[in-house]
């Protein structure tokens, strides 16, 4: 049997070789993390517009199918939340200022012969906490067309009606013409 003998040169890493690869993969790993912030923002941003634009399709297609009404609320009852609700035809219930609270107004609505009631309003969707959405409420007439509110009473649109969908300093926007063609921009 041969005896082997090692050398320095077999040893192994040495402290300066294990010191100089840390050293690589931090600088490496600090230069990832505001790369991965901002795709990580940036999927926040189109998961909240794609949240809000279906939102808006939701409300059409009740307004159609259900033969009634629906208004899209926004930043309804905090900032980022939103709620598809019934358009009933009572100041009193339309104009509630608690008509997000879904302990008021439930979903799903109770189904009884009460107009005050709506049976149709949406859950309360709430958007992650660092989105901020703007823009007017919307209505959406059993025809399918649309329209927006003011001082709660449907006017037509002038022109298309964007919905602005904000994180930090980048927005996308959501487009609602009159005859209610959604788009997401």
């Known amino acids: 049997m041969r005896a082997t003998t090692r050398t320095q040169a077999d040893a192994g890493f040495s402290l300066s070789d294990l010191m100089m690869t840390v050293a690589v993969m931090a600088t490496m790993f600090a230069m990832a993390v505001p790369a991965a912030k901002d795709a990580v923002d940036g999927m926040r941003l189109s998961m909240a517009s ?34 598809v609700v019934e358009v009933t035809g009572v100041a009193t219930t339309d104009m509630a200022g608690n008509r997000c609270d879904e302990n008021v107004y439930p979903f799903p609505g109770p189904k009884d012969s009460d107009r005050t009631t709506p049976e149709h309003d949406g859950p309360l969707r709430r958007l992650h906490f660092s989105i ?54």
């Open 132 to 185: 901020a959405i703007s823009g007017q409420q919307l209505h959406f007439s059993p025809n399918g067309v649309t329209q927006q509110v003011v001082s709660g009473v449907p006017q037509p649109l002038t022109a298309d009606a964007t919905i602005t969908i904000t994180k930090g300093a980048t927005s996308k926007t959501v487009t609602v013409n009159a005859l209610g063609k959604i788009r997401l921009n």
């Open 50 to 83: 794609r949240e809000v634009e279906r939102e808006l399709q939701t409300a059409r297609l009740k307004a159609v199918s259900a033969n009634r009404p629906m208004r899209v609320r926004l930043n309804c009852p905090a900032v980022g939340q939103l709620r």
